[in-house]
């Protein structure tokens, strides 16, 4: 990232001619047009018009001999500003984000004609939000700061010099229930995407010339501590945040590095559930919940993006019933230690964001 960045300086003070990056650089413009969807019947009023963006992002390929590289066939890196409305701007009000990209090429021709797989996370301030008293119809989202996930699939097509196709994108903004209410925001859309090329796109090699090494430790044993907050109220009118508190064991496996698998022991205190009714008879050591997780990991150089399925086998006050999952980022400042972001949900609903640190303590 800090090479996209100083790149991209280069190439504002710099003319283009007289400043040749060792790694290719683009720079695209993409108008949208989608839709709000409703996933929850309570959402239903929030649907009107039509939803349109613009996106304008920096992108940097990867261009290296070593063997991850190779196999994730050259993959791109990009940041983009988006400017965005939802159909209905007197309820749900206008958004501008930032994202960091990560592009997984999934076809290449030999005539530049690139099928690609992005998937970007990010931040992203909306004008209007859920206010009792000025805005109470916004039963979505209850803060202007708010997470952003989205996924894109794409047609491109590379000249000498320029760029140019579109595909479809899934988008979804939520704060995680750090403050309620939080249905969250999902639109998917169409876009189309104009470029500038610094330099051309660099192919791939072959599939079949290259040479898959078997990792020398490919179990891992880590541990996780995890912290956060959940917003709870019988209504959105008298809420109060309470706090998370979280540790998960996982085992993971990998072969060659760039997939893995992992399974893992949640064990978590969320005090928030223990105020999910107004009238029970629950102790405090309900609170407690003990989940089992599976799931899988693709690797991007220090990053993994992780995503999987859990299943509560105590849980005794079932707040949000037993299945839960996650998707989250991984990032490894050192060989051992990682920082991590999950939004962990229940059925397609945001349970709470997880903020934490790893440790790799075994492997072999």
């Not at 800090?2 to 007289?18: E, S, Y």
């Not at 929030?46 to 992002?57: C, D, G, H, T």
């Not at 991007?300 to 005794?316: E, M, P, T």
């Not at 230690?337 to 999950?342: C, K, V």
């Amino acid at each position: 990232m800090r090479n996209l960045v100083i790149t991209v300086l280069l190439l504002f003070l710099v003319h283009p001619a007289d400043c040749q990056t060792a790694e290719p650089v683009f720079f695209s413009l993409s108008p949208k047009e989608g839709f709000l969807i409703a996933h929850r019947p309570a959402m239903s009023h929030l649907v009107r018009k039509n939803a349109y963006s613009f996106e304008f992002a920096a992108w940097q390929q990867v261009i290296n001999n070593d063997e991850h590289t190779q196999r994730l066939r050259n993959p791109l890196r990009g940041i983009s500003v988006e400017y965005r409305n939802f159909g209905y701007d007197e309820v749900l009000g206008k958004a501008i984000s930032i994202t960091g990209y990560m592009v997984f090429p999934l076809l290449q021709t030999k005539n530049n004609l690139f099928v690609d797989l992005t998937v970007g996370t990010g931040a992203g301030y909306l004008s209007r939000s859920y206010d009792p008293v000025e805005n109470p119809l916004n039963n979505a989202i209850g803060s202007k700061w708010n997470g952003r996930v989205n996924l894109k699939f794409s047609v491109l097509k590379y000249f000498r010099t320029t760029h140019l196709g579109g595909g479809i994108e899934f988008m979804h903004f939520s704060n995680g229930c750090i403050t309620t209410p939080n249905l969250g925001l999902n639109s998917p859309s169409v876009f189309l995407q104009l470029g500038y090329n610094v330099q051309n796109r660099v192919q791939a090699v072959s599939r079949s010339e290259i040479v898959k090494t078997k990792l020398p430790e490919p179990n891992n044993l880590t541990l996780e501590l995890i912290t956060s907050a959940k917003e709870i109220g019988a209504i959105p009118y008298f809420p109060k945040r309470y706090p998370v508190l979280a540790t998960r064991l996982a085992y993971t496996y990998s072969k060659n590095g760039l997939w893995g698998a992992e399974a893992a022991i949640d064990v978590i205190h969320n005090e928030a559930n223990f105020h999910k009714y107004a009238d029970t008879t629950f102790v405090r050591n309900d609170i407690l919940q003990v989940g089992i997780y599976a799931g899988t990991f693709i690797r991007f150089y220090k990053s993994q993006l992780a995503f999987g399925l859990g299943w509560y086998v105590r849980d005794h006050i079932l707040a949000e019933g037993r299945m839960y999952n996650r998707i989250g980022y991984r990032y490894y400042f050192k060989p051992n230690w990682f920082a991590l972001f999950n939004i962990k949900a229940n059925y397609a609903k945001a349970d709470y964001f997880e903020f934490g640190i790893g440790y790799k303590f075994l492997t072999w």
